[in-house]
């Protein structure tokens, strides 16, 4: 018997009821550090925010996270002049382990009207618009989420910096860092990582880099952050950065061309390229296009630019039968002007 998907889509997106004169959709960005509400006005095509604290159960607890989707929402709509029975649709892409754990908490809160969902749903949403796709994500951490033609979900990958997060930022520092200690032990090839290394930590020697790792210690972020300076090297012509990159994008790929077969998609459909590693340009995303193109060599890549509120927007969409109904770009344009405001 095949085994159930990591992440599953609830029957609110599987099987939307279409809703009839819906001006006013709400969708949340719950995340370890911050959370954002969006209250979209389809009539005046205008979105007013509403922000909170950190929603991630895993960082703070299930009380303490209710608090911060539900206090952001109600900012929001304190600003757009509505209130819950206004909302055509409700739609919260958290973070954390337990997507169940917190959709049953928010339920408990607020009732039924809630859906809550894996954030690497919402994340899958701004590549695809909700409909059938791949999202794949690398920023400090990296995730693969897809829908096939029958709606189906499957996901690769994110399991951690310990036991995962392939191609990521992290993946990429850490084994940059791995690289150069070798080159410095002589039991690999030589590479400028090293110096790449001591200059962006502020280090006289790569062993000083080493100790810094693990007596600081320093953080997951602060290790991703060093994979742009290893792309600055692989850029340079250095070989070992060079191999490193494509490998890390080849590993992402082969989780991108397992939730393909996974979901059966077929044919053209969009694979969206979402987080910051994607920013080290083409030494990443050749070798990226190559892996994805011999699992789906008529597939659209393309990165994608819309802030995470964005797909739980769409998702929100999605739940009132309006798939398609809402233009990305626009979307895209009315949250940047209204986080720059």
Not at 29 to 45: E, F, I, S, Y
């Amino acid at each position: 018997m095949p085994l159930p998907s990591l992440v599953e889509l609830p029957p609110a997106l599987t099987s939307p009821t279409p809703c009839e004169g819906v001006r006013w959709l709400l969708g949340v960005d719950g995340g370890a550090t911050k959370t954002l509400a969006a209250v979209l006005d389809l009539q005046a095509r205008s979105l007013h925010l509403g922000h909170a604290g950190p929603s991630n159960e895993d960082a703070v607890g299930a009380e303490a996270a209710v608090a911060a989707l539900t206090g952001a929402a109600e900012a929001a709509m304190a600003g757009a002049g509505v209130s819950e029975r206004d909302l055509g649709a409700i739609v919260a892409a958290v973070a954390g382990t337990d997507t169940a754990s917190i959709a049953g908490h928010v339920r408990d809160a607020r009732g039924e009207g809630w859906v809550v969902v894996n954030d690497v749903v919402g994340a899958w949403a701004t590549a695809t618009g909700g409909g059938p796709g791949v999202g794949a994500i690398s920023g400090t951490g990296s995730n693969v989420f897809g829908v096939g033609a029958g709606g189906n979900g499957w996901r690769t990958g994110g399991w951690g910096h310990l036991l995962g997060d392939e191609g990521s930022g992290f993946w990429l520092g850490s084994e940059s860092i791995r690289a150069a200690l070798k080159d410095r032990d002589a039991s690999g090839p030589p590479t400028e990582l090293g110096r790449a290394a001591c200059s962006h930590f502020d280090c006289p020697t790569i062993e000083a880099v080493a100790s810094l790792v693990y007596s600081k210690p320093l953080t997951k972020a602060e290790i991703s952050a060093f994979a742009v300076e290893s792309a600055r090297v692989a850029e340079g012509g250095d070989e070992v950065a060079v191999e490193l990159f494509a490998r890390g994008a080849r590993m992402l790929g082969d989780q991108v061309a397992a939730v393909i077969a996974q979901t059966a998609l077929e044919g053209s459909f969009p694979i969206g390229l979402i987080g910051s590693t994607y920013k080290a340009g083409e030494i990443y995303l050749a070798p990226l296009r190559e892996r994805i193109g011999r699992a789906a060599p008529s597939a659209q890549i393309s990165q994608v630019e819309m802030p995470p509120a964005g797909g739980s927007l769409l998702l929100a969409a999605v739940v009132c039968g309006m798939r398609g109904q809402l233009d990305p770009d626009e979307l895209s344009g009315l949250l940047a002007a209204a986080l720059a405001a």
